[in-house]
């Protein structure tokens, strides 16, 4: 365009002497420089602008390329603790790889995190999928991280000797717990693993075990004092069973019962025998006794065993009611998946399964 507008001929007529015309022309040229100039400036500019995009590109890639290293890094050396503690082929390893980074989509943990807990579920022998589902979904639903349900829970499964395939049941009991009690998950779980033991010789099962725990938590009861006192009674209830001693007599009376059908009743079901003694515990003054005298007489003096028993026979109602919650939640199951979709739906939650979804293309 400015070439074409820029041309233009200046022509003037000469007569000449033998009849001749002379044409002369003038090319202006100054439209052609400031067109050219104009071109000039332009190229420059689309040049530059082109060169600026190229590198603004290449800085934005190498940003993306760096992230992505560094996710991939990440998680690799994670999953090498996973391959340190799990016996598989390289075939399973790899399947479990596109497991952990396919949950990391579903779950608002990042993909080194699930990791994390696979490695644990190695180390304790355990199915890892499932385990490690259950324990994400219990450090998104629970006050506990899912290292710490990780490794409690599995702890308590070694102890108990519970299926590897109820730790979805025992997550739905502690969350169950955990909405309906004066207390939270992780004191819960605190308080299981210090009656899992003897729990497990009177023949509780492990919804038994964590509604004690959690009834003995709501009513201010401390696992490491409190648990090991509740644990001592468990243990004197059996030996009274077993043995027929003056102890029987005395767990019996309390309980409204004779020794015989007290015997009976905690051989077929302990919890039952358990809580019908606390209640008798609670109704000691309707009968003109005090509860601490009841329990000075058999014997019972030691403070942090009188005290658990104390708390829990002026709540006896809460431990019965735990015990329907757990033995509930258990059957149902489902408890702690309600609990984990309904976080999962939050907008905190959905923006992390976005950048884990990047994190996994990475």
């Given amino acids: 365009k400015y070439i074409a507008t820029a041309i233009f001929i200046v022509a003037s007529l000469t007569d ?14 100054s439209g052609i420089k400031t067109g050219l100039s104009k071109l000039s400036s332009i190229a420059q500019s689309g040049i530059k602008g082109t060169l600026t ?7 934005a890639l190498a940003g993306l390329g760096g992230a992505a290293f560094k996710v991939g890094m990440d998680f690799e050396s994670a ?3 996973v391959k340190k503690t799990v016996d598989a082929t390289p075939e399973q390893l790899e399947q479990i790889r596109t497991s952990l980074l396919n949950l990391s989509k579903q779950i608002p943990l990042t993909a080194t995190e ?4 696979a490695e644990a579920a190695g180390q304790l022998g355990i199915n890892i999928e499932k385990f490690t589902r259950v324990m994400a979904d219990m450090g998104v639903a629970t006050n506990l991280t899912s290292d710490e349900a990780a490794t409690s829970l599995a702890r308590l499964a070694n102890i108990t000797g519970m299926s590897q395939d109820n730790f979805d049941r025992l997550g739905s009991v502690i969350v169950a717990l955990g909405n309906n009690l004066a207390t939270t998950e992780s004191e819960i779980v ?17 919804s038994q075990v964590m509604s004690f725990a959690g009834a003995l938590s709501s009513v201010g009861i ?83 065993l009188r005290d658990a028993l104390l708390r829990a026979s002026g709540a006896s109602d809460v431990f019965s009611e735990s015990l329907r919650i757990g033995t509930d939640a258990w059957e149902e199951n ?13 907008t905190e939650s959905k923006i992390i399964l976005l950048k884990n979804s990047l994190s996994a293309l990475g």
């Fill in 222 to 304: 401390e696992a490491e004092a409190g648990g090991s006192a509740f644990s001592t009674l468990m243990v004197n209830m059996q030996l009274a069973c077993e043995t027929g001693s003056d102890k029987l007599q005395d767990f019996a009376s309390v309980a409204g019962m004779s020794a015989d059908e007290f015997k009976e009743s905690f051989e077929k079901d302990a919890s039952e025998a358990i809580l019908t003694f606390v209640q008798g515990l609670a109704t000691c003054d309707e009968k003109g006794m005090s509860a601490v005298k009841v329990l000075d007489d058999m014997g019972i003096k030691e403070i942090r």
């Fill in 53 to 59: 995009a190229i590198a603004s590109a290449g800085t």
């Fill in 334 to 346: 489902n408890a702690l998946a309600k609990e984990a979709e309904q976080r999962y739906e939050t």
């Fill in 79 to 81: 999953f090498a603790g």
């Fill in 16 to 29: 000449m002497a033998d009849g001749k015309i002379v044409i002369e022309t003038d090319l202006d040229s």
């Fill in 190 to 206: 605190e308080m299981g693993l210090r009656l899992a033991g003897a729990g497990k010789q009177i023949g509780l099962s492990e």
């Fill in 114 to 117: 699930i990791a994390g807990i």
